[in-house]
């Protein structure tokens, strides 16, 4: 009941919103400026594309650049369909009271994790020229092949994202209830299951090579626990020790429940 009350008393994170919504709100204007430079990224030109050979990729990549090049777009469409879903779970937290409370500061707090996340992936993107998978198909189409954005497969903006989601979910409920101890990790166990779909979908759809897919998996993993873990509010420990002299001399210990 003590744990209860200072759950409803404290707020887990400290948001300083005055601050960091119009700072979430430049590095989403800046993301979207950023996008369409990836847009307009210069495309292969047609002797550098016909000279691609998948024999000069890494073996463990190799097989993303051999799926059913029919069904590409389909898989494409089923992971764009899991990275949004993806996106939207952390609204489940809200069904817990002791989170729901705090709503205006995890939004705040969830729209800058994906901000710094999406600004990762962009500038990676923007810096990194890594063929997309399907360029190496025979079976693709030229006309698909000489198109833009096939250079930005490294790394993994769908899966990131996922991740990012996936992770933030895990860590913010693991901090409103310390009492899981370890069980913990089971979310986060669980929050891999997200970034993994996309990641196999975005492979199969020869949009990234597994590389690509597991960079994706750490960076948006990583942004989400340690953007809110760097809003944590360190709290004070309620266990004291005082040593006295007197009479008698010892140490005494002193617990207050907050």
């Known amino acids: 009941m003590g744990q209860n009350y200072d759950l409803m008393k404290v707020s887990i994170y400290k948001v300083s919103k005055k601050v960091e919504i119009p700072i979430t709100i430049?590095?989403?204007?800046?993301?979207?400026?950023?996008?369409?430079?990836?847009?307009?990224?210069?495309?292969?030109?047609?002797?550098?594309?016909m000279n691609l050979d998948e024999d000069n990729i890494w073996w463990f990549d190799r097989v993303a650049t051999q799926q059913n090049a029919d069904d590409r777009f389909r898989y494409q469409d089923v992971s764009d369909v899991i990275m949004n879903i993806s996106i939207a779970l952390p609204i489940f937290l809200m069904i817990d009271k002791d989170i729901r409370k705090d709503w205006l500061d995890l939004l705040v707090l969830y729209g800058e994790t994906h901000a710094v996340n999406t600004s990762l992936y962009i500038s990676s993107a923007a810096f990194i020229d890594r063929t997309r998978p399907f360029l190496y198909n025979p079976d693709v189409p030229y006309s698909d092949k000489s198109g833009t954005g096939t250079t930005i497969s490294f790394f993994s903006g769908h899966v990131s994202t996922?991740?990012?989601?996936?992770?933030?979910m895990a860590k913010v409920y693991s901090d409103y209830h310390p009492e899981l101890g370890n069980k913990?990790?089971?979310?986060?166990?669980?929050?891999?299951?997200?970034?993994?779909?996309?990641?196999?979908?975005?492979?199969k759809a020869m949009k990234h090579f597994p590389t690509d897919v597991i960079v994706g998996s750490v960076i948006g993993a990583a942004?989400?626990?340690?953007?809110?873990?760097?809003?944590?509010?360190?709290?004070?420990?309620?266990?004291?020790?005082?040593?006295?002299?007197?009479?008698?001399?010892?140490?005494?210990?002193q617990y207050t429940f907050r």
């Open 26 to 49: 430049a590095i989403f204007m800046s993301n979207y400026v950023g996008f369409k430079y990836l847009n307009n990224k210069t495309e292969l030109s047609f002797n550098e594309i």
């Open 162 to 168: 996922a991740a990012t989601a996936s992770f933030f």
């Open 184 to 203: 913990k990790f089971w979310l986060f166990g669980a929050a891999i299951i997200p970034p993994a779909l996309v990641g196999l979908y975005r492979v």
């Open 223 to 253: 942004i989400g626990i340690i953007i809110p873990q760097l809003h944590k509010v360190k709290k004070k420990t309620n266990l004291s020790f005082i040593p006295y002299t007197g009479d008698i001399s010892g140490l005494k210990i």
